[in-house]
């Protein structure tokens, strides 16, 4: 049996690798000349099942408000006049509700955890070396207003079973003595020691050419223009620049470019691309960067070490689809790493970046089997892609092997929404 996987980015790759296990011939298509050059690219880099969660929640609204008045606020939001921003920002203030978020919140908490296993399983299969770090994360807060929401944050993690503690700035700086020489107001932290970070699109590149070098084939530079049917109810391959492709299902783990395609055949997904930035930085003195992956609470910045890098990313912003790098909003990205860790990279040799989040409204992504015979989703998962990219492939491979995946999908298929 031929499954082709439309999409070479960590949800795409990560699904062919299980296929590949599970006995199917596999190719995988893509528009760009390798893995990993979109949204794989260079975003956080965290590997966080306890962070997991949908953004819509309660007291969003409320807070996203304010920030439309705040310049340097983690939420941008330009109007478009696109309907499909405004159905999707009115699905997202539907989901703020109290209900919907602790089901949204579960959903995302059992499929992170679940992806993190998988991908502890592939790394040691394999062998994989794609600089990773399993030190955990470092949430860190600025004043006493996030520390009191830390409190309440801390009650959500304990009902959800995650491990994970509060800490003094003391603390704080003994899990992370680089924070010691902060330029950057710092009261206090939440310490998640299971997260951990890693170079997603190191890791897709090393898994794709451990997949080539088991047969299985990359169709780069090919743009993938609709999905070929055998009939009305059934895919039987894909259309493309460089002619007709046939298989006898297919993985459609194409991120936000998912949504255009699916619509082609009925398939109508609230996905809509939030820009993110990152700025990337040689190390420049070791002792200077943080060992620990630190997120700070009141920008939203992850920082992450990535072997001899040090990758700050952040910003939500809700506009249109282009990745156009701009340079501000990556260069104070990068400010909060400096002031946090002065001296630990050169700031001035910073490469920017900019990618897009297929966010779905109500936080999980979409993962399984469609109304289409041989057509299954891997897309949609966000800000947690590299998070639950492991997971969401072994579900792919599970479902279309006719087995019973390990964990309740409840919520996460099309079926369930």
Request: hydrophobic share 40%; glycine share 10%.
């Amino acid at each position: 049996m031929k499954v082709m996987v439309l999409g070479a980015g960590v949800v795409g790759v990560t699904s062919a690798w299980y296929l590949y296990q599970q006995g199917f011939e596999v190719e995988v298509i893509d528009r760009q000349p390798g893995p990993a050059l979109e949204a794989s690219f260079a975003n956080a880099g965290g590997v966080c099942p306890g962070f997991a969660g949908p953004w819509a929640s309660p007291g969003m609204l409320l807070k996203a408000f304010r920030w439309l008045f705040v310049p340097q606020a983690p939420l941008k939001w330009r109007p478009a006049l696109s309907p499909a921003q405004w159905q999707w920002l009115w699905r997202f203030a539907r989901n703020c509700r109290l209900d919907a978020y602790r089901a949204n919140k579960g959903r995302m908490q059992r499929i992170a955890h679940y992806s993190q296993q998988c991908l502890h399983q592939l790394r040691d299969e394999l062998g994989l070396d794609y600089a990773q770090s399993s030190l955990g994360v470092l949430q860190l807060f600025g004043n006493e207003q996030e520390l009191a929401m830390a409190h309440h944050a801390s009650q959500v993690l304990t009902q959800f079973g995650v491990n994970h503690r509060l800490v003094d700035r003391r603390e704080a700086t003994r899990i992370e003595p680089a924070l010691a020489q902060a330029d950057a107001p710092l009261i206090g932290g939440l310490y998640l020691p299971d997260d951990e970070a890693g170079d997603c699109a190191l890791f897709t590149r090393r898994l794709a050419e451990v997949l080539q070098q088991r047969g299985v084939r990359f169709h780069f530079n090919t743009p993938i223009e609709r999905l070929r049917m055998s009939d009305e109810r059934r895919v039987s391959g894909v259309e493309t620049g460089a002619g007709t492709l046939t298989a006898d299902a297919v993985v459609v783990a194409l991120g936000c470019a998912s949504v255009p395609l699916l619509r082609q055949v009925g398939i109508r997904l609230p996905i809509y691309p939030v820009k993110g930035y990152s700025a990337t930085l040689p190390i420049a003195d070791d002792a200077a960067a943080p060992q620990v992956c630190v997120m700070y609470e009141h920008h939203k910045v992850m920082i992450a070490r990535l072997g001899n890098q040090l990758r700050a990313a952040g910003i939500a912003e809700i506009s249109d689809s282009s990745t156009r790098p701009d340079a501000k909003k990556s260069d104070f990205v990068a400010s909060v790493a400096q002031r946090l860790f002065p001296g630990a990279g050169d700031y001035q040799a910073a490469q920017r970046w900019c990618g897009l989040r297929p966010m779905t409204p109500d936080g999980p992504g979409y993962v399984g089997a469609t109304p289409i015979a041989g057509l299954f989703l891997a897309c949609g998962q966000g800000s947690n892609g590299w998070t639950q990219a492991a997971g969401v492939g072994r579900i792919v491979a599970d479902t279309i092997a006719g087995k019973t995946p390990d964990i309740d999908l409840d919520g996460l298929t099309l079926a369930g929404r």
